[in-house]
């Protein structure tokens, strides 16, 4: 059997990658069918669902507009480097900067440390797919070099 229909593809395809679309459609399901049938009562649906999405959904466009604006030079998957960045500001921002210190515009939310659980388990499995967490294996030696 060969698995060659899920390989990912060697060049990033930033909101046309397979990770990004998937997380469109389960933003999508969350936020039309689940969420609204209350399905089973949850509490993963109507709180964290969209959460687990947050980096699969969010990071592709961003990413994007970095590479227009000439502050990514190829079109590689996500690092490491940019998956944890962004982790970290979003949940700075969302969890701590918009409800606790700008208030105003921010008042209908309110901290919670699980969302930060779940946009990390999000921006996980994501960098599974992505192949973020690899280990990087060192270019192979040349003949000569040895010899050297």
């Known amino acids: 059997m060969s698995w060659e229909f899920c390989r990912m593809p060697a060049r990033y395809r930033y909101c046309a990658d397979p990770v990004f679309l998937v997380a469109c459609v389960l933003y999508l399901l969350n936020r039309m069918v689940f969420?609204?049938?209350?399905?089973?009562?949850?509490?993963?649906?109507e709180y964290y669902g969209n959460d687990v999405l947050c980096i699969p959904f969010c990071l592709p466009p961003f990413l994007y507009i970095y590479r227009l604006l000439g502050m990514r030079h190829r079109d590689r998957y996500p690092t490491r480097f940019e998956l944890l960045a962004h982790l970290i500001v979003w949940s700075l921002f969302f969890e701590w900067l918009g409800p606790v210190v700008l208030r105003g515009p921010f008042a209908w939310s309110k901290p919670d440390p699980y969302d930060v659980v779940a946009y990390a388990v999000g921006g996980a499995i994501a960098g599974g797919f992505w192949g973020t967490w690899r280990r990087k294996t060192p270019p192979p030696k040349l003949l000569h070099e040895e010899t050297l």
């Open 35 to 45: 969420k609204p049938l209350a399905l089973g009562h949850t509490v993963f649906f």
